[in-house]
Structures are given as C-alpha cells and as structure tokens.
C-alpha cells in the first residue's frame, strides 16, 4: 500500500494569522515577506501600541486584510470595518478573515468622499499596484477600468463611530482626512505617501490630526508610517 502524498499546507503563516495561498494575490515576494513576519511590520508595531482592547477600528485601504486580521486577532476589539477600493481583492480579504474564523472584521468595496456617488478605479494584473488614477503603460491587456462606490466619508464615520484610524489611501490622505471630524478618534496610524502628497500635503495631514486634539506619536511612528493620540 502506498504511503499517503503529505497533505500540503493551504496558508502562509504570519504573526500566528493564515492567509490562504492563491497565486494571484499572494506572490513570491509577499509569500516570503508575510512568512518572515517582514509584511506592513512598520504597520503592525505602530498599530499594537495603538489599539487597545474595546476598540471599534475603521481602516481605510485594507489591502490583503492583514492589518484588519492583525488587529482582531491581537486585540480583544470590539470591532474592526475595513474599507477598500479594489473590488478584485475583496473576496481574498473575506478568505482572510474566515480563515482565522473573525466575527468581528468586515470589508466594504467602497472609497470615502465628500459625497456618495461612484469613481473610476484601475485593476491592474499586479492588484496591490491598482489605483484610482491610469499610469502611462496601461492597456486593455493588463488594466480594467471598473466603477466603485463612493460613501459620504461624514456619514461613513458617523454611522461606524470608531474611535481608532488607520488609513493607507495612496495619497488620498492629504485631500479626505481635512474633511472629516476626526474629533471622535482617540488615535490614528497614517502611511504617508509624500511622494503624491508633497510637504503641502503632509502639512495637512498633520493640521487635520492636530485640529480633532491629536499630538504625533513619535515611539508609534516609523518614517512614512506616523501615529497619533490623544494623550500618551
């Protein structure tokens, strides 16, 4: 009788958190990173000293899930409501939570605004460099324009009342944080993306954390990747 075939293990491991392997999200590269707990690990030290337990989290920009699935399972939240653009990745991040069997994680395609309505966004074959904004190469080959929800980022906030932010919106940061009453928040985790957003725009940043009562974070931050809280 021939031994049985080893049984192949269905997740890469991370921090303790499974994600499921599924070549066309998790690439060699972020295979690798994800299994030497080097993935968003600047990300991952800024919000643990962040969230605490009995928080309601809003994240803007979820990515593969790995912040909304690092904070749920690290932290006794009491909920985390991610929100993100591309609609191509959406199901993985459902995976993700079901995964690691999370009651308290959801995910919304959807970008926050100053109104409801609907916006463009660009599906790339590399969907963690897909955006709302076309890139000089794009074809009809490699990039699908698709329409995505956009939410009353007001209401948004409103409606989730959370109290901890975390946002990685491509440079989106510097136009919608202005926007909103963040004076709800008792802390906030910001990539920033001065590249797009220029000192005007991490200016504004910065004001718009110190108008809701925020003060920078300095042991949370990590170049890019700033932090805020209220009292420390």
């Known amino acids: 009788m021939d031994a049985a075939e080893p049984t192949r293990d269905p997740f890469v491991m991370s921090k303790g958190m499974k994600f499921p392997k599924d070549g066309h999200f998790i690439t060699g590269q972020l295979r690798a990173a994800l299994r030497e707990n080097r993935y968003e690990a600047k990300e991952a030290q800024c919000v643990l000293k962040l969230v605490r337990d009995e928080d309601t989290v809003i994240e803007l920009g979820a990515g593969i899930g790995f912040m909304s699935t690092l904070i749920a ?8 409501h991610a929100f993100e ?112 957003i220029g000192p005007e725009g991490v200016n504004a940043v910065f004001k718009a954390m110190m108008d809701a009562g925020l003060a920078y974070y300095a042991r949370g931050s990590t170049h890019k990747v700033v932090c805020f809280r209220r009292a420390w």
């Open 73 to 80: 399972t690290k932290r006794k939240i009491k909920a985390v």
């Open 85 to 196: 653009a591309n609609p191509a990745l959406i199901p993985y991040i459902r995976s993700v939570h079901e995964a690691n069997e999370l009651e308290n994680a959801d995910v919304t395609n959807a970008i926050l605004g100053p109104r409801k309505g609907s916006a463009d966004f660009y599906v790339r074959q590399n969907l963690l460099s897909s955006s709302m904004e076309p890139l000089e190469g794009d074809t009809d080959e490699n990039t699908q324009k698709v329409k995505v929800d956009v939410l009353n980022a007001r209401q948004t906030f409103k409606s989730v009342d959370a109290n901890i932010l975390i946002a990685d919106i491509e440079g989106a940061e510097a136009t919608l944080l202005p926007q909103l009453d963040l004076t709800g928040l008792r802390g906030a985790m910001i990539e920033l993306h001065p590249q797009y």
